[in-house]
C-alpha cells in the first residue's frame, strides 16, 4: 500500500463516522421533501406546511443511526473515535458553523439581500467539512462552487429571494447530502478494500 | 556518508511490514478498531491477521479486547503509548528518508 493511500487510511479512520455516507442520504431525501413542502406551488395550509418535513426526517434519522449504523458495523466494523483529536472541530461547528448558517436563514428571510446568504455559508460550510473530516472527496468542492453560484441566482434574476429561495437552499443542501453521500460511500469501499469480509461469526 | 537506501534496512521490520504499518497506521487514528475494520482494510485473512496482531501485542505495541455485543463475539484492538510513538517515529523516519533520497546524488568515480 503505498504512503499516500496510507494516509487516506488515517484520513478515514480518524473520520470514520462521516465517511459512512449511505447514512447521509435518508437525511438527504427528507431535507428534499421539506424543500418541496416549503414550495408556494404545493397545496398546504400555513399551518402544516413547516411541519411536512417532521415524520420524514424522524425516519430519515432512524434508517441513518439505526438501520444503516448496523449495517456498516456488520460489513466494516467498528471504530471508536478519539473525539480528542477533533476538539476544535468540535467547537468551530457548534461556535462558528451552525450560527452562522442560523443567521444566514435570518438575514435572508427578513432583508432578502440580492445574494442569498444562506447558500454562501451552507457553501463555505461543506468546504470546512470537506477539511476538516479528512480531505480528499473532490465533489464538495463542486459542491461548494455550486452553492456559491446558487447565491448569485436572486441577483441575476432567476430566483426570488425570501422563504421560496430558503426553501430551494434546504432543498440543494438535500441534493448535496444525498449525492455526497453516495460518493462518500463508493469513496470509502475503494479506500478500505472492495472485499466484503462482513461474516463475524468467530472474531 | 551512506546512501539512503542503504539505511532503508534500519527501519523497524516490525512495524515496516505493510500490513502491520497499514494497521498501527488506522489505530493511531482512533480509540480503536475492531477486527473486522482492520480485515476490511488489510484485505488479510482471519489466520494472517491474527498473527500479525499477535506480533504486534507480544512487542508491546498494541493491546487486544474480547467482548460480546449482543451474542456476537467482538474483538477489539488499540494502540497504546508505545505503539503510537513507534508508528510516528517510523513515518517521521520514512519522511526523511524520502526527503534525503530526493536530494541524494551518487558519488562520481
Known amino acids: 500500500m503505498p504512503a499516500s493511500d496510507l494516509r487516506r487510511v488515517h484520513a478515514v479512520t480518524d473520520n470514520f463516522f462521516f465517511w459512512q455516507g449511505l447514512r447521509w442520504i435518508p437525511i438527504g431525501v427528507a431535507l428534499i421533501v421539506f424543500s418541496i413542502a416549503m414550495m408556494p406551488a404545493v397545496p398546504l395550509s400555513k399551518a402544516v406546511r413547516p411541519w411536512i418535513g417532521v415524520p420524514f426526517l424522524a425516519i430519515a434519522f432512524w434508517l441513518s443511526t439505526r438501520v444503516l449504523g448496523r449495517y456498516y458495523a456488520r460489513h466494516f466494523g467498528r471504530v471508536r473515535m478519539d473525539l480528542s483529536r477533533h476538539k476544535t472541530r468540535t467547537s468551530v461547528k457548534w461556535f462558528v458553523v451552525y450560527p452562522a448558517i442560523a443567521a444566514a436563514f435570518i438575514v435572508d428571510a427578513r432583508w432578502h439581500p440580492p445574494v442569498l446568504v444562506s447558500a454562501l455559508v451552507f457553501g463555505a460550510a461543506i468546504e470546512a467539512y470537506r477539511e476538516s473530516t479528512g480531505g480528499g472527496r473532490l465533489h464538495y468542492v463542486v459542491a461548494a462552487v455550486g452553492f456559491v453560484a446558487f447565491s448569485l441566482l436572486p441577483a441575476l434574476g432567476v430566483l426570488f429571494t425570501g422563504k421560496g429561495a430558503l426553501g430551494a437552499v434546504i432543498g440543494l443542501t438535500g441534493v448535496v447530502y444525498a449525492i455526497g453521500g453516495l460518493l462518500d460511500h463508493r469513496e470509502m469501499v475503494r479506500i478500505l478494500g472492495a472485499n466484503d469480509v462482513s461474516d463475524v461469526s468467530a472474531v | ?109
Not at chain 2, 473486522?36 to 489466520?47: E, F, I, N, P
Open chain 2, 1 to 109: 556518508m551512506s546512501a539512503p537506501f542503504e539505511e532503508l534496512a534500519d527501519l523497524d521490520r516490525l512495524v515496516h511490514d505493510p500490513s502491520r504499518l497499514a494497521i498501527l497506521t488506522a489505530l493511531s487514528a482512533c480509540k480503536s478498531a475492531d477486527f473486522l475494520y482492520l480485515q476490511r482494510l488489510t484485505g488479510l485473512s482471519k489466520g494472517n491477521l491474527s498473527s500479525h496482531l499477535a506480533k504486534l501485542e507480544s512487542a508491546g505495541l498494541v493491546m487486544i479486547e474480547k467482548e460480546f455485543i449482543g451474542k456476537i463475539p467482538n474483538t477489539r484492538v488499540s494502540v497504546n503509548k508505545i505503539g503510537r510513538t513507534a508508528v510516528e517515529r517510523h513515518w517521521k523516519r520514512l519522511d526523511q528518508l524520502r526527503q534525503a533520497s530526493l536530494e541524494w546524488r551518487p558519488e562520481p568515480t
